[in-house]
């Protein structure tokens, strides 16, 4: 015979969430040690935390403090703020936060805080079960918990604000710099993407700057629209039609990229100096970058006028 499995209201069981249920926890701290995988030792009830008490103080294998807060109830925001004020007032690095209905945006902040890195959340939910007329018995689910996969999007996340933040100060410093040498990017503002940029007088066209890690690009940028895949190409090939000229007058050769498995056309050129993980040599690119497009947009100018679009 098979029994079904009944839920038990927790109330039923534990009266009082502090003298009930957080001393029952207190006394079966491997059961919650086997649910998150932590072996936990030594806890202490309302331990003080600057004019607040926790519910639960352990310790993980090192010594190294873990705060347990618990909540016979819908998590609520008062608490996830205690949990984080707990955490610094005793500069304990593992969370553990036992709610009996998780809210989704809970989960989702636990899930943002494990991937900050600043410490260990954990988010579990309590429920009591019962079969036929066994006693009732707690049943702990780990909701949220840090993982290597949540550290690695935080990481990812970590990586792209800071880049970010790097390019958006690298194309303020270049953007100064080109106002006092030409007006073509004077209206623009620097951003915190790859490329920065400014219309050619045509719809579709656009002189841009753009930056990877390690090198840069001035360049002529070609896309009239998903729905003029050959107007584009056809732009191109008039402009490649002048190559010997338009190269004459910038002083050098450029790369002509039609790319043909894809929607847009360039015509550009490559600073091989770095990029904007070369911080010590931004001087040098953005003077660089700042030479070329001044000479690209003279040479080709003259040409673009002409296109009959």
Same mark, same amino acid.
């Given at each position: 015979?098979?029994?079904?499995i *009944?839920?038990v209201?927790?109330r039923?069981?534990?009266k009082?969430?502090?003298?009930?249920?957080t001393?029952?926890?207190? #006394?079966?701290?491997?059961v919650?040690?086997?649910?998150?995988?932590?072996n936990?030792?030594?806890a202490?009830r309302?331990?003080s935390?600057?004019?607040?008490?926790?519910d639960?103080?352990?310790?993980? #294998? %090192?010594g190294n403090p873990v705060?347990?807060?618990?909540?016979?109830? =819908?998590?609520n925001?008062?608490?996830l703020?205690?949990?984080?004020?707990?955490?610094?007032?005793? #500069?304990?690095k593992?969370?553990i936060w036992?709610v009996?209905?998780?809210?989704?945006?809970?989960i989702?902040?636990?899930?943002w805080l494990n *991937?900050?890195?600043?410490a260990?959340?954990?988010?579990l =939910?309590v429920?009591a079960?019962k079969?036929g007329n &066994?006693?009732?018995?707690?049943?702990?689910?780990l909701i949220?918990?840090p993982s290597d996969?949540?550290k690695q999007?935080?990481?990812t996340?970590k990586?792209? %604000?800071?880049r970010?933040?790097?390019?958006?100060?690298?194309?303020? *410093?270049?953007? *100064?710099k080109?106002?006092?040498?030409?007006?073509?990017?004077a209206?623009v503002?620097?951003s915190q993407y790859n490329?920065a940029?400014?219309?050619?007088?045509?719809s579709?066209?656009? $002189?841009n700057y753009?930056?990877?890690k390690?090198?840069?690009k001035?360049?002529?940028?070609?896309d009239r629209? =998903?729905? &003029?895949?050959q107007?584009?190409?056809?732009?191109?090939?008039?402009?490649?039609?002048? =190559?010997n000229?338009?190269?004459?007058t $910038?002083?050098e050769p450029?790369?002509?990229?039609?790319?043909?498995?894809?929607?847009?056309c360039?015509i &550009?050129?490559?600073?091989?100096?770095?990029?904007y993980?070369?911080s010590?040599k931004?001087p040098q690119?953005?003077?660089?970058?700042? #030479? %070329?497009m001044?000479?690209?947009e003279k040479?080709?100018k003259?040409?673009?006028?002409?296109l009959?679009i």
């Open positions: 015979m098979i029994g079904k *009944e839920r209201k927790l039923d069981i534990w009082h969430e502090t003298y009930d249920f001393k029952w926890l207190q #006394d079966n701290m491997d919650l040690s086997d649910i998150i995988g932590l936990l030792i030594n202490e309302e331990k935390a600057g004019d607040f008490s926790v639960l103080v352990a310790e993980d #294998d %090192a705060i347990i807060e618990n909540q016979l109830e =819908k998590s925001h008062d608490h703020g205690k949990i984080i004020t707990y955490l610094t007032a005793i #500069d304990a593992t969370a036992i009996t209905d998780p809210r989704p945006e809970h989702d902040a636990i899930t *991937e900050s890195r600043a260990s959340f954990y988010l =939910k429920e079960i079969i &066994s006693d009732s018995a707690p049943l702990l689910t949220v918990g996969e949540t999007v935080g990481d996340k990586e792209m %604000a800071e970010y933040q790097i390019r958006h100060l690298f194309w303020k *410093e270049l953007l *100064e080109a106002k006092q040498k030409t007006k073509l990017h209206q503002s620097p490329w940029g400014a219309g050619a007088g045509k579709g066209l656009g $002189f753009s930056i990877t390690h090198d840069a001035a360049e002529l940028y070609i629209g =998903k729905d &003029s895949d107007e584009t190409k056809d732009i191109f090939n008039e402009l490649i039609s002048h =190559k000229e338009i190269e004459n $910038f002083g450029l790369n002509w990229e039609r790319l043909d498995t894809k929607r847009a360039r &550009s050129k490559r600073i091989d100096i770095g990029g993980k070369d010590e931004w690119i953005q003077d660089a970058l700042i #030479d %070329a001044i000479r690209l040479a080709i003259p040409y673009i006028s002409r009959q």
